[in-house]
């Protein structure tokens, strides 16, 4: 009976030591797809800013591409398991896929971590581009942060292209869904951003695409965007017009732009203008076999156009209806420099009174008169003759008169007599 009872004693010993296993499984916080802290909300979207490097770029290579800061705004942020989905500013976008998603790209991994996701996407094999992206999404409780890393190779009219990109963009929690609103950073808790109900002055232009493959005998239309400080539209009128143009090409104010058949291969430039202030978008009209080429180009996309937007800041004192605000501080600098001006005026007035009154006693008023000369009267007999003073002769001694000058003896000169 001992050896039962002690089996007995080791199974249930076994069964309490996988009870309380179990139990603490139960008790650890689950993976993050799981979590209880939902990310689905309302967030906001920073500025999407991309930088681009270029390897080797030259001039068969197209126009370079250029870096550009995307406008940002109010994004909802959808939790579907362990995937994030992000819609709005234009776009969605999933977790599971690369930021930038051009035509015959696609993902080749990814990963979706308890805090971050990463993604890697590349071109086909048969694609003449080489194409890798990757794109990581690292989160906390009320922030979220997109870097995307992108290399692009091609080989167009015979010269290799190469460069590479990077996308940065932070997202801010505003309200999680369930949740009362998250206090904002430097400002108010419980207070929310503006909304796009009611805008504000208009400080930023963009206008899309920067760059634009046509053919001759192509039409396009450009667009164009005002944006307030919270990048929220604005109803504002831009005038398109052309800037550097070329034969056989029309432009109407709407920025409908048609080529005509004729119209000679080169680049031209329009210019998109809010309130005096404009942006410039640049056109390449080239052959069909260029546009094929250029296509490649890591600059244009599958509808020869650049993702990059042109962009112009707009003064709010020029366009919009907020009034400039003025510095109190500059305002009473101000008022201090006009009276210390006035004053200093005003004494320089006093002394100059001053010394205009000490000058007239200083300076007589009237010229001392001077004495008048008398001349007496002239009368040739009070003129006296001079006196005759007779001569010598120093070697002879013999005396001579005032009319002689030399010794008729020895031809001495005559000295007169003392």
């Known amino acids: 009976m001992s050896g039962k009872t002690c089996i007995n004693a080791k199974l249930i010993a076994m069964r309490y030591r996988w009870a309380l296993f179990a139990l603490v499984l139960s008790c650890a916080p689950p993976a993050f797809g799981d979590s209880a802290v939902n990310m689905t909300g309302r967030w906001s979207a920073g500025v999407m800013r991309t930088a681009w490097t270029l390897s080797n770029w030259g001039d068969n290579c197209g126009p ?9 705004g109010l994004v909802a942020i959808t939790q579907h398991g362990a995937e994030l989905t992000i819609d709005g500013l234009g776009r969605s976008y999933s977790s599971s896929s690369c930021w930038d998603q051009q035509p015959g790209v696609s993902a080749v991994s990814h990963s979706a971590g308890q805090r971050q996701w990463t993604t890697s996407c590349r071109s086909a094999a048969s694609d003449p581009r080489r194409v890798t992206i990757t794109t990581t999404l690292t989160a906390s409780d009320t922030t979220i942060d997109l870097d995307e890393v992108g290399r692009y190779e091609v080989a167009i009219a015979g010269h290799d292209c190469s460069a590479s ?3 940065t963009r932070h997202f801010a929690l505003i309200e999680r869904e369930g949740e009362k609103p998250a206090a904002i950073a ?27 493959l046509l053919r001759p005998g192509e039409r396009f239309t450009f667009h164009a965007k005002v944006f307030d400080e919270h990048g929220c539209p604005i109803s504002q009128r831009v005038a398109w017009r052309l800037l550097r143009p070329l034969p056989g090409v029309d432009l109407d104010q709407a920025g409908n732009l048609s080529l005509q058949m004729d119209t000679p291969e080169g680049e031209l430039q329009v210019g998109a203008t809010v309130a005096e202030q404009s942006v410039q ?62 004053a200093l005026a005003v004494l320089l007035g006093v002394a100059a009174i001053l010394v205009t009154r000490r000058r007239r006693h200083w300076v007589p008023t009237e010229n001392p008169a001077e004495p ?29 008169g005032p009319e002689s000058q030399f010794c008729g003896k020895d031809g001495a000169s005559l000295v007169p007599i003392n």
């Open 64 to 72: 370079s591409p250029v870096g550009s800061s995307d406008v940002g």
């Open 165 to 167: 990109v990077r996308r």
């Open 186 to 212: 430097g400002g108010t808790p419980d207070k929310l951003p503006p909304t796009c109900a009611q805008t504000g002055p208009a400080v930023r232009l963009e206008a899309s695409p920067s760059y634009k």
């Open 281 to 342: 978008v640049t056109i390449y009209v080239v052959s069909a076999q260029r546009y094929a080429e250029l296509l490649t180009s890591p600059t244009f996309n599958d509808a020869g156009e650049s993702d990059a937007k042109a962009i112009q800041a707009l003064m709010p004192t020029v366009v919009g209806t907020r009034s400039p605000q003025i510095d109190p501080t500059a305002r009473r600098r101000r008022t201090i420099f006009v009276w210390a001006v006035t």
């Open 372 to 400: 008048e000369q008398t001349f007496l009267p002239y009368s040739a007999s009070e003129v006296q003759t001079p006196k005759s003073v007779p001569l010598i002769c120093p070697v002879c001694g013999t005396q001579y």
